[in-house]
């Protein structure tokens, strides 16, 4: 098992993880699995409409249907004053996140909570749904983010005057805010151009697409405690949040993270704990909620239908002289699009003098966006990666050598501010280049796209701890829920720290009171930051296994070092000593100061920053506009990978989603406004058929701030795909898609209008 | 609250007699497949369910005349473990396959895929082509009808009160001919047809086709057998000329509509592209019989 070249005995290995035989055998507990003596069942009604004022809602009819214990609208709920209030992971709004969860006064989008009942069976509370009279007065709406931006437009919140510009507007709109980042003077730059391109490109809203749908159940105690069992991406998050939003103290609640059937972003936030617990306040009993898959479509977290622009002048030997763009991002009915991460990520790869980024941030009328995965970052790559590919066509020169000659290098100042240290852009592109695919034949109808990512990466608040077990295995107890193998890794570091095997250590994932408080998992930061807390929780342990060794033998603690999973006397000047094994610490224990534990709390700095560079073949139908992608490969700067296997499937997962996005899924609105396809048959993510087996190539540039030179990896391969795809569709074809998903009938209408000239010819 | 009451009779007689008593509250349940998934998403709630799964009539397959007589409720897992069905009727079988996954195959029925009405049905212009026919039990005793006769509209069909499809007959292939079913979607499997087209051609000895007939899905409010696109192949070799006419032919008799499957002139487009293609297949499989 061991590494010799690396040193480490465990890390970089590819152990099975702890999860893995539950999940696999039915026998993980997910959020909807949890039941409860008295447990009723909870469901919500939604708007049918875009749009509309709530006049009144009478549910006396529901509450007389036999078996119903409890109706409960935005009246139960406490009103919030507008606003950000800073909680654990940063600043929130908590009256637009209480007004998602039930809405006050107004619908905003289709699918949108207005009330909910629990009975005692689910038909019972359909039942009841059907019975509560809502009085709607349907208002004009709009669901595109060019229209919601216009004049004219149907407004979302009266109370809503655009951020970031001067002077301060005063008339309310759409626009949530302006946000710009620049660096140097971009017009002079274009100046110094040969060449430049322009393009707009457009993406249409998509859902994280998690198989298991939102799920909770809450009791809430006669003394008014509040258990909490769900799925999430963060007990701490869900507690803080319900805790806002139902007005009580966060040591009133505690949650109890259950297994998680993916969030990929989309499990940030909270949508059903809240009403659950409103619920079993009223009724007295436990309420479990678990959403159908079309209220997941609905109504929780898809990101942003964007409109992108972009302009990118080079000098004839391909330097970039200059990049400009401008960003649109629909933020569904609260703001908070991520157009920000957009602007900060649009040009981070290349070294650039001048550069430039403007995104509005546009409330309209859908649901509201949650994370996905690099939130923001996709979209603005599309436009730039693409408009890259066109500059490389024009430079006649070859798109991963342009990207090379142009890249991000240490000591490159980003337009978002820092200054990058170690980083492994070129790394990726070099590996691109040199591997076989780039030059592997193609066929007819068929060609090759490259695109890159960049995504920042973070580390934040994180606990963690190791307790050692009386017979000398150990337990890990990693507070943040494992969405891609993180307790596989986590046990890696601890077992590397301790010496001891793998197999001897357990982790799992803790109730909000049974560790201190961590940020959420998200931000591609768990296996670097909360690695980083298991690491040092597992060095005050070898340290307290040293002073107990040392008081067994009665020396100095400096005379004892640790290897190899036992304590050895440091030279013979210590003294002749047997070495102690873990084991037999833990098992002497008692006599040597009690139970051996250490536990960390950090704010974790120094995430490294990731690249990725892309390269995709697919295949044009010419009569019916299919795509099918042939070959994938996924070069990533990984900085070390601790259980490759869960890297590699971080990449080949966030490439998978990233071509469904630039191939087939979208939301579709109706004329008025509803969602037309909220279920997988017609919010088409790929099925296995659809594609081929991803390649992965793990690039290992260490981050010199983390133990182990973990980066993060999560969110880098979701960002080059939609480009990737698009450049490939370019040069199978001779047709651009600016507009994505480049779903057959667009594609085929595409085709279909570049040959009009060439028919009258 | 809402019950539902389950009958699950053994013989087609007791199955008819229920029908028949509960009219339009009941439904026939094959595989489930549609129905189930309709009931829970609360686009229906009917009162009686019949269970057609236990009369031995609706699940046998068997030769007839020189064809294949197939029960109405026959899974197309079983279907395709049929060497001799798919030897003859290859393009019936692969559009019975295709529907769903390996889970729904289990289930999956010719006669739920029929009467559940669906314009985008796979095996249904497949059928068509094939020139199946389907025997209909009801109160006044049975009857025999094309498969392109069934349905009427989306979710509609012209069976009366009582009446079931108890089984298919697939006659027997004459020389020198072969089926095929084509299908469009934007994924690689589980999804739903945007156009679906069947083909079936007979050739004479020197290569002239001397019989088609041609079934489209997914383009009209029901599918449709479209004599048209056979008269542009009848007389023809199958040249390039004669192809390009049947898509015309296919393309012209489409009617679909917009929606968030596909576009109207996609579908028109496609339904003549993919034509051509059955129709290529088709035609091999008939120089090989
Ligand atoms: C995941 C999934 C994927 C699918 N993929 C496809 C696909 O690719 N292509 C496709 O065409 N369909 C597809 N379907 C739809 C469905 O599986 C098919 O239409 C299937 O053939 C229905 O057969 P069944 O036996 O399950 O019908 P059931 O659901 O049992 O019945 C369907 C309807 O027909 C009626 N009925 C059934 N049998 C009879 C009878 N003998 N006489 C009179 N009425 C009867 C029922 O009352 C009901 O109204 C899919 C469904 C699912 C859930």
């Not at chain 1, 590494?3 to 997910?30: E, H, I, M, Q």
Request: glycine share 12%; charged share 20%; proline share 7%.
């Amino acid at each position: 098992m061991s590494d010799s070249a690396s040193g480490f005995k465990w890390v970089g290995t590819r152990p099975v993880r702890p999860d893995g035989l539950d999940k696999v055998t039915g026998r993980a507990n997910f959020g909807a699995d949890f039941t409860m003596p008295g447990m009723l069942v909870g469901r919500i009604l939604r708007s049918p409409h875009a749009h509309a004022r709530v006049a009144g809602i009478d549910a006396s009819a529901a509450l007389a249907v036999p078996g119903v214990k409890a109706v409960v609208t935005a009246e139960d709920f406490p009103e919030i004053p507008d606003g950000d209030l800073m909680v654990g992971e940063g600043p929130m709004n908590f009256r637009d996140l209480s007004c998602n969860v039930m809405a006050r006064g107004k619908v905003l989008y289709d699918g949108h909570p207005v009330a909910a009942v629990a009975a005692t069976s689910r038909a019972a509370a359909e039942e009841a749904l059907d019975r509560i009279r809502v009085d709607y007065e349907v208002l004009p709406h709009v669901v595109d983010v060019l229209e919601a931006m216009e004049p004219g437009a149907p407004l979302l919140h009266e109370n809503l005057f655009t951020e970031g510009v001067d002077p301060k507007p005063d008339r309310p709109s759409n626009v949530a805010s302006r946000v710009e980042f620049s660096l140097g003077d971009v017009e002079a730059g274009f100046a110094e151009a040969d060449v430049v391109v322009e393009g707009e490109y457009t993406t249409e809203a998509v859902h994280q697409g998690y198989i298991e749908p939102h799920a909770a159940v809450a009791s809430v105690g006669e003394d008014g405690h509040c258990t909490v069992w769900c799925s999430s991406q963060g007990q701490f998050m869900v507690r803080a949040y319900c805790a806002k939003l139902l007005g009580v103290e966060n040591s009133r609640i505690r949650v109890i993270p259950s297994e998680i059937g993916g969030g990929f972003g989309g499990k940030t936030t909270i949508y059903v704990e809240p009403v659950a617990l409103a619920l079993s306040r009223k009724a007295g009993r436990p309420v479990k909620i678990v959403m159908d898959r079309d209220e997941v479509f609905r109504a929780t977290g898809p990101t942003s239908s964007t409109h992108v622009k972009v302009r990118i002048g080079a000098t004839k030997d391909g330097r970039i002289t200059a990049g400009d763009t401008e960003l649109r991002y629909q933020a569904g009915a609260f703001s908070g699009s991520p157009v920000q991460l957009g602007c900060m990520t649009a040009f981070a790869p290349y070294h650039l003098d001048h550069v430039r980024a403007v995104g509005y941030d546009v409330v309209v009328n859908r649901p509201k966006c949650a994370a996905y995965r690099a939130p923001g970052a996709p979209m603005a790559a599309f436009g730039v990666e693409s408009a890259l590919d066109e500059l490389a066509g024009k430079l006649g020169m070859d798109p991963l050598e342009l990207r090379l000659a142009n890249a991000a290098r240490e000591g490159t100042k980003a337009a978002y501010g820092p200054r990058f240290r170690q980083i492994g852009y070129v790394e990726t592109v070099e590996a691109a280049l040199a591997h076989e695919h780039y030059r592997a034949a193609l066929g007819p109808n068929q060609g090759r796209g490259v695109a890159s990512g960049f995504w920042f990466n973070i580390g934040g608040q994180s606990s963690a701890a190791v307790h050692v077990n009386e017979d000398g295995t150990a337990v890990v107890v990693d507070p943040n829920p494992d969405i891609g193998g993180s307790r596989a890794s986590m046990a890696i570091m601890a077992a590397e720290v301790l010496g001891i095997d793998y197999d001897r250590v357990r982790p799992i994932v803790p109730d909000t009171s049974s560790i201190p408080y961590s940020d959420m998992t998200g931000g591609s930061r768990v296996t670097f930051a909360v690695g980083m807390a298991v690491v040092e929780a597992a060095k005050q342990v070898v340290e307290e296994l040293r002073s107990r060794a040392a008081k067994v033998w009665d020396v100095d603690v400096d005379g004892v070092v640790w290897e190899n999973g036992e304590a050895r006397p440091a030279s013979s000047n210590v003294g002749e000593f047997e070495p102690l094994s873990l084991a037999a610490l833990a098992e002497g224990s008692a006599k040597t100061g009690g139970p051996i534990s250490g536990q960390a709390t950090i704010n974790a700095r120094g995430a490294g920053p990731g690249f990725g560079t892309h390269v995709c073949d697919v295949e044009v139908d010419p009569d019916t506009g299919r795509v099918t992608v042939l070959r994938y490969t996924a070069v990533q700067d990984v900085g070390r990978a601790i259980h490759p296997s869960y890297v590699e499937g971080q990449l080949q997962g966030g490439a998978a989603q990233g071509i469904g996005w630039a191939l087939n899924e979208e939301y579709v609105y109706s004329e008025a406004g509803t969602l037309e396809n909220p279920g997988f048959l017609d919010y088409r993510v790929p099925v296995a058929s659809d594609l081929p087996m991803i390649d992965t190539v793990l690039v290992e540039v260490p981050n010199p701030r983390h133990p182990y030179g973990v980066r993060g990896v999560g969110e880098v391969p979701i960002i080059p795909p939609l480009a990737a795809v698009a450049n490939a569709i370019r040069h199978a074809c001779g047709t651009r898609m600016n507009h994505l998903p480049a779903s057959p009938p667009r594609l085929l209408a595409a085709l279909d209008a570049a040959k009009l000239p060439e028919a009258a010819d | 609250m809402r019950s539902i009451q389950y009958e699950a009779p053994a013989t087609v007689d007791e199955a008819v007699a229920r029908l028949a008593e509960a009219g339009d509250k009941a439904r026939p349940l094959a595989g489930g497949t549609d129905l189930i998934v309709q009931m829970r998403s609360r686009l229906i709630s009917p009162e009686v369910i019949v269970d057609v799964k236990n009369i031995p009539e609706l699940l046998q397959v068997s030769e007839e005349g020189g064809g294949f007589r197939v029960g109405a409720a026959v899974p197309g897992a079983v279907l395709g473990e049929n060497e001799a069905v798919v030897a003859m009727w290859p393009g019936v079988v692969e559009a019975f396959e295709l529907i769903g996954s390996t889970q729904i195959q289990g289930r999956a029925s010719l006669g739920g895929n029929l009467c559940n009405g669906s314009p985008a049905a796979d095996s249904t212009p497949a059928m068509i082509a094939a020139g199946v026919t389907c025997e209909i039990a009801g109160p006044n005793g049975r009857r025999e009808a094309p498969v392109e006769d069934l349905v009427t509209a989306p979710g509609e069909t012209s069976l009366g009160r009582g009446e079931l499809v108890v089984s298919f007959f697939l006659p027997p292939r004459p020389a020198r001919t072969g089926d095929a079913y084509l299908r469009f979607i934007p994924r690689t499997e589980m999804d739903i047809a945007v156009v679906g087209v069947g083909v079936c051609v007979t050739l004479d000895d020197g290569g002239t086709c001397t019989g088609a007939r041609v079934g489209l899905g997914a383009v009209a409010p029901r599918p449709l057998l479209v004599p048209a696109a056979a008269d542009a192949l009848v007389g023809t070799r199958l040249d390039d000329g004669a192809m390009a006419n049947l898509a015309a032919a296919a393309s012209a008799a489409c009617n679909p509509i917009d929606d968030k499957r596909g576009t109207k002139t996609y579908r028109i487009k496609v339904a003549g592209v993919l034509a051509r293609r059955a129709a290529g297949i088709a035609s091999e499989r008939a120089r090989s019989n």
